[in-house]
């Protein structure tokens, strides 16, 4: 093989890298994200539970 050839291998193995960089990067992001705000819906849904339940405390409390 000749020493251009070589380097346009090179040359495509850099671009590859790159382009493989970027869209782990923004996989990283985009799931990441997506995690997150499956968490907070989550916490939102306990936090109502819970409000739900000091509500019933109140109610039985008020009867005592």
Excluded at 12 to 34: H, K, Q
């Amino acid at each position: 093989m000749s020493p251009e050839t070589l380097q346009t291998l090179s040359q495509v193995a850099v671009v590859i890298g790159i382009v493989l960089t970027g869209l782990s990067g923004f996989g990283a992001y985009y799931y990441g994200r997506v995690a997150q705000d499956a968490k907070d819906s989550a916490a939102v849904e306990r936090e109502g539970s819970l409000r739900a339940n000091v509500d019933k405390l109140v109610a039985g409390n008020e009867t005592l």
